[in-house]
């Protein structure tokens, strides 16, 4: 059975990189108000991208199940980042309690929650658990909101509008952070630029990793989990949404005078305003806003740690095999 199972995967990988992928940028196009075009958005066709997940899920939304909560109660959400040409990135977004949003149908009781999440934090095949870094291919509905079309259930707890990650190659990497400055995104009177054919501006950083050089908080009193704060360059300002990662709590923030952000460039609540850098978490290096924490890999039976088992895995492992046999000399 495992043999069949492992075989069916196969079929199924193929037949998905045989799919087309559609490109980032084309799903987050906009028109001259900066409003999602992409054609499916009007249809319940289901997309497929590639790239490289930037963050982890449980750093960005409270994934903690609440079947009663006014709100969506539990939330999950991955960026992933389209490589070369395709300058773009996509939010994947699931919520628990549709119910309770505008034009929402259905909620996930609390064990169903935990359940979908375990489902989309794996590979359907392996049971790879995803970190950033990774190379994906999410396959789902489109729906706009706020400036970005995102790929989410269209807030309907129906099976036939779940989404799938499945992963392409595990430890890619994260994309090294585009280098940006103030300039690049506010014009000379501080407002956001928007270009809607995106070669430019606010939406042709949207949904990618960034990095602004050489900035200072205009008020950092406010620094917490999911707190919002600005920073500036002595001219211009910025929004920064700061994660619910561990190292982000009341006293953590050790950043003096000037330093660098590193996080998601974002986009919330607006069609053609509303971005923001987000950090998913703070290492607490005193220099750089950002996380450089790699998640472990903990895929059972991945020795090299390279996300899939396969004869590298036991070419390792025979190499130690008895190393610390009496005798050997391996031992220490």
Not at 215 to 231: M, P, Y
Not at 261 to 268: A, C, K, L, R, Y
Request: aromatic share 10%; net charge negative; proline share 5%.
């Amino acid at each position: 059975m495992k043999e069949e199972g492992r075989l069916l995967c196969i079929v199924i990988f193929l037949f998905t990189t045989i799919c087309l992928a559609e490109t980032h940028m084309n799903v987050q196009a906009v028109d001259e108000y900066g409003v999602g075009i992409h054609p499916d958005l009007q249809t319940w066709n289901k997309v497929a991208v590639e790239g490289i997940i930037l963050n982890d899920p449980l750093y960005i939304l409270d994934a903690m199940p609440d079947q009663n909560s006014p709100g969506p109660g539990g939330m999950w959400q991955i960026y992933v980042q389209g490589e070369g040409n395709d300058h773009a990135g996509t939010a994947v977004w699931m919520g628990q309690c549709y119910d309770n949003l505008w034009g929402g149908s259905g909620t996930y009781t609390n064990g169903q929650w935990l359940a979908e999440v375990f489902r989309i934090d794996h590979d359907p095949c392996t049971g790879y658990d995803f970190a950033p870094g990774d190379k994906v291919r999410v396959t789902g509905l489109l729906k706009y909101y706020g400036g970005k079309t995102n790929i989410n259930e269209r807030h309907d707890t129906d099976p036939a509008n779940d989404f799938k990650v499945e992963l392409l190659n595990a430890a890619v990497g994260l994309p090294n952070p585009e280098l940006i400055t103030l300039n690049d995104v506010k014009d000379g009177n501080d407002n956001f630029i928007f270009v809607q054919s995106r070669i430019s501006g606010c939406e042709y950083y949207q949904g990618r990793l960034v990095r602004i050089s050489n900035v200072s908080f205009v008020d950092a009193n406010g620094w917490d989990k999911d707190a919002t704060l600005r920073i500036t360059n002595g001219v211009k300002t910025f929004d920064v949404k700061l994660g619910i990662g561990y190292g982000i709590y009341p006293g953590s923030n050790n950043l003096n005078n000037v330093f660098d952000v590193i996080g998601i460039f974002d986009q919330e609540g607006s069609d053609m305003a509303g971005y923001r850098i987000w950090v998913p978490n703070y290492d607490g290096n005193g220099r750089v806003l950002t996380d450089r924490r790699p998640k472990p890999r903990n895929l059972v039976g991945d020795v090299n740690n390279d996300g899939i088992i396969n004869f590298k895995d036991l070419a390792d492992m025979a190499a130690d095999w008895l190393m610390c046999a009496p005798g050997s000399g391996g031992c220490n």
